[in-house]
């Protein structure tokens, strides 16, 4: 869909703040590897830095999503999900502005999370995954992997898999697959995550 110019603009912050993460993680494998206390001091300024600068990114990215009605309300249904924080939400409104309003197959294949066969003539290859949004699937495996823990139906769902003898990283998209499918209904209908205790309690 097009883009309004908030949309682009949160794209730039979100994009930004995934290249100064990058850079932390690196300087990081070169804080461990300095060579000596001059160099370690100069890293460990650096690293000051880049923090500093993810912390002011993100206060950009709050309030931008904070002061538009559509994507504050997206955010609200986003992080109300155990498992998707404030990270997450912003990747998931910048990456996928689709989300809400294409189906689950759509959704999946545009993050790339859909399986599809590698075949060729009567040779059948085993299905995976390809293409699609690199930063939504990075987000989205960060959120699955809290969510096995915390979210009951990803839980069980994950549980399933694991003692029917699926492979961990099988397991996980699958998992992803399904977080992704929910985000993507409750956005379109609106509605917050409900705790099974909570819907049963209502």
Do not use: W
């Not at 293409?131 to 960060?142: D, E, I, K, N, S």
């Amino acid at each position: 869909p097009p883009q309004s110019a908030v949309q682009v603009e949160l794209d730039a912050f979100v994009a930004r703040r995934r290249q100064v993460v990058d850079l932390q993680s690196q300087e990081k494998c070169r804080l461990e590897a300095a060579p000596n206390p001059f160099i370690k001091k100069e890293i460990e300024k650096l690293l000051r830095q880049l923090h500093d600068g993810i912390k002011k990114l993100d206060k950009k990215i709050a309030r931008l999503i904070a002061d538009d009605a559509d994507l504050s309300g997206k955010n609200q249904i986003l992080q109300s999900v155990p498992g998707v924080g404030p990270a997450t939400s912003a990747t998931l409104l910048a990456e996928t502005p689709e989300l809400g309003t294409l189906d689950r197959k759509k959704i999946s294949s545009l993050a790339g999370v859909a399986p599809f066969n590698h075949d060729s003539g009567r040779m059948k290859g085993q299905r995976g995954i390809s293409g699609g949004r690199a930063p939504v699937r990075t987000c989205l495996y960060m959120a699955t992997l809290t969510a096995r823990t915390h979210h009951p139906q990803i839980k069980a769902f994950a549980q399933r898999l694991t003692a029917a003898g699926k492979p961990f990283k099988v397991m996980m998209v699958a998992c992803m697959r399904k977080l992704l499918t929910i985000l993507n209904a409750m956005v379109r209908d609106a509605t917050p995550y409900q705790s099974p205790q909570a819907a049963v309690a209502a």
